[in-house]
């Protein structure tokens, strides 16, 4: 790991596989933007705070609705000379599922760039497993729009993406190892990410060791277990073992929790739009969590927060939804 920002704050970087020559690497920490309702002006004000601060890395997706704002601010900063060059900036953004069907893909990227008036971005993410009717973008997904996904031909139209110049690297989100191990299977340019949700109360243990044999660096969302939002939990931030290595450390529960993803050796994306908080989050690099901490974390009992009923409006039971799925999200 090295060391890229200049600003107070160093945050330490990751080396992606698969990547395009002359790639930056990965800052270990994104600003997550998926809020909803979201405040596009609040959140623009957040960025450019984040970007004095030492973040580089940022997190969107078609589905947010946040690419609009975050290319509006970040030719902002770059006019300001808050970064020197587009070279210093990691963008991710996403695929969503009605568009994740080979003829769709370039276009859709070509309409995130647009949307982020960039001219390519750092990493460009499979957002579910999951294929949808073309056209619809709703979220949850309505169940009768959910199709299974050709997974040969979606990969090969993401790595076309990358040959084009239009990402720097590809990757998926909310993959579990069965799907990940298909895809690896047949993939000329493998998969380098594998953004899913990751925190104390869901460790993803299988999935850590799968990617680090595979060499795909996992990028924890929901670190915090998406605190106050409409799909996320207070289980996270009110658990009590947690809570007790916060007082112990000296350190805030989201910084015990952050601390603990940057020594799993993992990447992650934690959202705030609030200026005392941004700073809060970055200040994880410059102490450890004791052997005693971790035993505590070991035994938290473990509960998903994304399940499937987040993603699709049905009334259940799933059951053609149970077939797309392969039960180990
Ligand atoms: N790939 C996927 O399917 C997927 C799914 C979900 C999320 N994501 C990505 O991951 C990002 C982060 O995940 P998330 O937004 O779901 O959840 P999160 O980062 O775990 O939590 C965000 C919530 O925690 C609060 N918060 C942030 N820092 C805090 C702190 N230090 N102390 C107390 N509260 C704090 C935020 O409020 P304030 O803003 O008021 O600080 C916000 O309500 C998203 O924004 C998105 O970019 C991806």
Redesign the pocket.
Known sequence: MESASDSSIRVPEVQLSSTAAGSRPMPVI??????DPLDAAAMKA?VLEAIKLGYRHF???SM?G?EEPLGEVLAEALRLGLVGSRAELFITS?LWSSDAHADRIVPALRQSLSNLKLDYLDLY?I??PISCKPGTYVYPVDEADLMPMDFEAVWAAMEECQRLGLTKSIGV??FSCKKLGNILNFAKIPPTVN???M?PLWQQKKLKEFCKANNVIITA?????????N??TNE??ENESLKEIAEARGK????V?LRWLYEQGVT???????KE??K??LGIFDWELTEGDYEKIERIPQKKM?LKEEFVSAKGPFKSVEELWDGEL
Not at 30 to 35: I, K, M, W, Y
Not at 221 to 229: D, K, N, Q, V, Y
Not at 252 to 255: F, G, R, T, V
């Open positions: 994104g600003l997550g933007t998926a809020a957040v997190d969107t997706a947010y946040s996403k993410l957002h579910w989100s909310n953004q899913v949700e925190n969302f929901s670190p915090l277990g998406a605190r106050g939002t799909w996320g996270v931030m805030s529960i989201a910084q929790c992650f994306v934690v959202k705030s739009f609030n908080r941004l809060e989050n994304m």
